[in-house]
C-alpha cells in the first residue's frame, strides 16, 4: 500500500482541509501525520493514524528577541523530519501550510520524494512561498493565487463533505431555537475571537430582540452568559447542523471557513482579523465582497454591529448573489492530484 504523509498546523485552518482529503483516501492509502505537539496532534488524533511529532519554531512577527533562536531550531527540525522520512519512505507529502510544514517537504525535497501544497488564502503565506519550488504542484483554493507560481494549479477549497449534510429542523430542535426568529451563528475560528465574543456580548439584549444565537466562542471563552435564545458553546463537533439551522452567520474570514459559509449559502458578516496579521483575512474578505458574496465589518466599526447584521438579513442582493454562486468542493480534485502524483493504490 502507497504511505502518505500529510503535514500542517498551527492553527485549525490548517489541519481541518487536511482531515477532509486524508477521509477521502482513507482505507487506500497507508496515511500519517506530521506536526508539532500543538493543535494539529489533537484534531489529527480523531483520525486515528500515525503521528510524528517534530519541534518546529514560528516565526513572530515583530519581535525580534523572541526569533534570535529560529535558525537553530528549525535547523533541528529540519533534520528531525529527515530522520523520519528516511526511515519511513513515504510515497508522498502533502502539505497544507503553516510552520510546522517546512521541515517536511524540505526533507522530502531533499529525498526526491514528490510533495504538494495547498494554499487557502487569496495570498500565498510565507511557509507556502518558501516550499513552492519544493512542490511538484502549489494547489490553491483561488484562481487568482494559482497564478502566482508557474507551478500553480487551481482545485478549489477542500470542503468537509459532512458540513454540507446538516438537518435545519433537527438542528433547530436540538438548540432549542423553537420559535419563529432568524438564528444567527457567531463563529470566532478554531480558537475561538475575543473580540467577536466581546462584541455579541455586548450587543447581546439588542442582537436577541431580533435572532436566536448559537455562539461557537472558542475552548476557554464560555463564561457565564445564560438568555434565552442564547446558546454559547465553546466548540461544536457537529458543525452540520450548526450551519443548517442558521439563517445568517458574523464571522471571522478565515479562508476555510467562509468557503464552507459560502457553500452552505449563508448570507455573512465578516470581520477579518486585522493587528498581529499579515492581512490575509482582509484580502479574503474583500474578495467575497466584490462578488457580492457577503458584507464586512472592519473590527473598529464593531459598535455598529447590530444595525450591520440586520442589514445584511434584509439584503436581497447578497442572498442572489448566493443562490447563483457555485462554490464547490476542491477535496476530490485535490485527492486526484494526490493519486496522480504518488501512483494509484
Known sequence: MKRLLFTGGGSAGHVVPNLAVMQRLRGTYDIAYM???????????????????????????GAIAANLSLPRRLREAKRAALRILERERFDLVFSKGGYVSYPAVWAAHRLGIPALTHESDLTPGLCTRLIAGKCRFVLTSFPETARRF???????????????????????????????KPVLLVLGGGSGSRTLNNAVRAHLPALLARFYILHLCGKGNAGAHESEGYVCREFEPDMADAYACCDLALSRAGSNTVFELLANKIPSLLVPLGRASRGDQKQNAAYFQAKGLCAVLQEEALA??????LRLYGSASVRAALSTDRIQSGTERIADVIRRAAGQP
Open 35 to 61: 506536526g508539532t505537539d500543538g493543535i494539529e496532534r489533537a484534531l489529527a488524533a480523531s483520525f486515528g493514524c500515525r503521528y510524528f511529532t517534530i519541534d518546529c519554531p514560528k516565526l513572530v512577527r
Open 150 to 180: 508557474p507551478n500553480g494549479r487551481y482545485v478549489g477549497s477542500p470542503i468537509r463533505a459532512e458540513v454540507l449534510a446538516g438537518d435545519r429542523k433537527r438542528a433547530r430542535k436540538a438548540y432549542g431555537f423553537t420559535g419563529s
Open 304 to 309: 455598529q454591529l447590530p444595525e450591520a447584521l
